[in-house]
């Protein structure tokens, strides 16, 4: 009788063991599938998040890009500009009576201004002060300004990008130079008048507010690890990033 009582509780015993070791791997089971779930649902709304500062930061800088155009134009296709920066070198026309000069910068903003054709730069303007420096020495895309800004011209209109200017990110709008209507017995427009803003931190600050974005980074590609929303700036060697650690509206180095 106790040999049997004994052999029963031991069967017992292990039956329960068992079961506990059963319900405790179900238990780990269910937690892990939880945590896998919740892991999937943090990484998909991480990448929602991404993706939807990815299209603000996309959207405000298209609209940038449209004010700057329509800006640039008004000073490009312009009889008077034609007449004495088109064809003629004409600085006092351009900075001493400030027809395209110092408030360029003082009140619009614009780091530099240049007007440019084939072989050289023909007007320069840094920070408001007249300029002998080139833009080629400035910028690695001098050619590229000055090929889509004919290319725009085409169908009368301005280009629009981003560069690195004096070592940082920039958009530049660009316009072939010419009178309102160019008469057959004009020569053709060749000369391209530049825009330069630099995203500097008193440009984004305002533009991330524009579209409730906390923070509107502009970093080096190089030294961005990807895995957050970020939007390749062209050719310039920068990307515009989402929300960081950085200061809003900053650049590398700044």
């Known amino acids: 009788m106790d040999s049997a009582t004994t052999g029963n509780t031991a069967s017992r015993n292990r039956l329960t063991r068992q079961m506990i070791l059963a319900f405790s791997g179900l238990v780990l089971l269910i937690l892990t599938v939880g ?9 998909s709304l991480d990448e929602r998040e991404a993706a939807h500062s990815e299209f603000l930061a996309s959207s405000v800088l298209q609209g940038q890009f449209k004010s700057e155009k329509t800006y640039l134009l008004s000073h490009a296709f312009w009889q008077a500009a034609y ?27 614009y780091d530099g201004v240049f007007v440019i054709d084939d072989d050289r730069t023909t007007y320069a303007m840094l920070e408001g002060q007249l300029s002998d420096f080139p833009l080629e020495a400035l910028t690695p895309d001098r050619q590229r300004v000055l090929q889509q800004a004919r290319e725009a011209a085409r169908t009368d209109e301005a280009s629009a990008g981003y560069t690195r200017f004096r070592d940082r990110p920039a958009l ?56 957050q929303g970020e939007l390749r700036l062209e050719d310039s060697g920068y990307c515009s990033a989402g929300p960081s650690n950085g200061p809003a509206g900053s650049w590398p180095g700044a």
């Open 172 to 227: 530049f709008a660009a316009a072939v130079i010419r009178p309102p209507q160019l008469s057959h017995h004009l020569p053709a427009a060749q000369r391209v008048l530049v825009f330069v803003r630099r995203l500097s931190p008193e440009v984004l600050t305002p533009l991330a507010a524009s579209v409730g974005l906390a923070q509107f980074v502009v970093r080096n590609k190089e030294g961005h690890t990807s895995g």
């Open 83 to 109: 007449d004495q920066l088109g064809v003629q070198d004409n600085r006092d026309w351009a900075f001493d009576e400030d027809n395209i000069g110092p408030t360029l910068f003082s009140n619009d903003g």
């Open 35 to 43: 945590l896998a779930s919740l892991y999937r649902i943090v990484v």
